[in-house]
């Protein structure tokens, strides 16, 4: 497949890392203003698509291309809303947040089920796991991580603990990879910050209130 990735250099390595068939012809660009076309492509994968959400315009221009895009502080129905796809809609969103792009199973999310079968080409072609989830901002795991993150910032704010002896405690006493506060660096304050705030904007659920320390983390970028 020829495939356009848009990407910044941290989640490029990432997809990397997670892997790409030496087959395919890989165009890596850092914004979608530098690619002269779309139709020479077979596939376009959005990392950044949650931060710059005006790509659907050109995405809606070219609806025989289907596009992979990083997902989680917005849903596929909101952007089908916001944007006119008059022509038929092409993205399916995908959990690309840094420190999530190269895990095993990616998670996705499509709009019916035409999707599903173009979906799985795709993923078959790039050796990739996925799981189908619903369409819902924060997505399955960046909704759980990042609740946690924000629930360690409340206690290392209370005094409780540390932020060490909470990543440690988290690590040996949930068997996580990373603890809190480690993931909220592999992920960035503002991906965390903003995630939560989308979240909490939509669901007004009081789980996701951005914690006052992790407010000022964010304000401090």
Not at 89 to 107: A, Q, R, W, Y
Not at 193 to 200: P, Q, S, T
Request: proline share 4%; aromatic share 10%; charged share 25%.
């Amino acid at each position: 497949m020829n495939i356009l990735v848009i990407a910044d250099a941290q989640r490029y390595e990432e997809l990397q890392q997670k892997g790409l068939a030496t087959h395919h012809d890989i165009q890596w660009k850092t914004s979608l203003e530098e690619v002269l076309s779309l139709k020479v492509f077979d596939v376009v994968l959005d990392l950044i698509f949650d931060d710059r959400p005006e790509h659907a315009l050109v995405y809606a221009k070219n609806p025989g291309i289907p596009v992979l895009a990083g997902m989680v502080k917005t849903s596929l129905s909101d952007v089908m809303n916001q944007f006119a796809f008059e022509q038929g809609f092409n993205i399916m969103g995908c959990n690309f947040l840094p420190g999530f792009v190269n895990m095993p199973v990616m998670e996705v999310t499509v709009m019916d089920e035409g999707q599903k079968e173009t979906l799985a080409d795709i993923m078959y072609k790039l050796d990739w796991e996925y799981a189908l989830v619903a369409d819902a901002v924060g997505m399955v795991t960046p909704r759980v991580v990042c609740m946690i993150i924000n629930e360690a910032y409340l206690t290392a704010e209370e005094g409780t603990a540390s932020r060490e002896d909470i990543d440690t405690s988290m690590r040996l006493g949930t068997n996580y990879p990373y603890g809190p506060f480690e993931w909220s660096e592999r992920i960035g304050i503002r991906h965390v910050y903003e995630v939560l705030k989308a979240i909490h904007d939509i669901t007004g659920d009081d789980r996701y209130e951005v914690a006052g320390s992790l407010q000022t983390a964010y304000e401090a970028i």
